[in-house]
């Protein structure tokens, strides 16, 4: 809906179409959604660390310990955003005593020199679901097992779940800071999915897809 109702706005979207076609890892594509919707508000801020680690689903014992969290996610994360992308960011840890507790974010001033108001149509080689990381393999990643890195369904699957997703009143889903309608939805999905999770410690989930549609809606 942003392509056909915000044409005013048409350059920024090609300004963040540009951004997110290289990037490769799911948390650098959350993390920039994130940043860029904090963008509008201030270009440095802290979140509390069991948040950030919420936002970008690192809730994994593999991510308990601050040093694991960071080599494994944010190091990667500041390399590939500042490698690929325009936004360009720094970090720092904030403790409390010995404990690191939250992290201050620090954005750059998007570059004067870029154009973010451009007229003209997106070409469908510009649109993100040409690309691996479109919404669909957002949400796709939702569905990923604690302790895998796949997720459980196929990009068919997901595109189906999504018709039935599409139709979820947005008040339903979490409130998240920068309150992003994909963002929302895939937090909203990821949620029921670990719902599923629990139900399936109790009771076996013979067709878990199906299960997770009624979930849904």
């Known amino acids: 809906m942003d392509y056909i109702f915000n044409v005013e706005n048409i350059g ?27 963008r509008r508000m201030h270009l440095s801020w802290e979140i509390s660390l069991d948040d950030l680690k919420a936002l970008l689903r ?4 593999t991510y308990s310990q601050y040093k ?27 403790k409390k005593g010995r404990k690191v507790t939250a992290i201050r974010f620090t954005l750059e001033p998007i570059n004067s020199e ?13 649109h993100p679901s040409n690309h691996g990381t479109d919404l669909i393999e957002l949400l796709r990643s939702a569905t990923t097992p604690p302790g895998s890195d796949e997720p ?5 699957e997901i595109e189906h779940l999504f018709t039935i997703l599409a139709t979820v009143s947005v008040d339903k889903m979490p409130q998240i800071d920068d309150n992003n309608i994909d963002l929302r939805r895939y937090h ?7 719902a599923m999770n629990r139900q399936a410690e109790r009771t076996p989930i013979k067709h878990r897809f199906a299960y997770l549609l009624k979930l849904i809606v």
């Open 58 to 61: 690192c809730t994994a014992e």
């Open 152 to 156: 459980e369904f196929s990009r068919a």
């Open 12 to 38: 920024y979207l090609r300004y963040r179409l540009r951004n997110v076609i290289n990037l490769t890892s799911r948390y650098s594509y959350v993390l920039y959604l994130y940043f860029e919707q904090n």
């Open 188 to 194: 909203y999905l990821a949620e029921k999915y670990a």
């Open 114 to 126: 870029i154009d973010l108001s451009l007229p003209g149509q997106i070409s469908l080689e510009d």
């Open 68 to 94: 694991r969290f960071n080599d494994l996610v944010l190091k990667k994360c500041h390399k590939e955003l500042n490698e690929k992308t325009e936004c360009h960011f720094s970090y720092e840890p904030i």
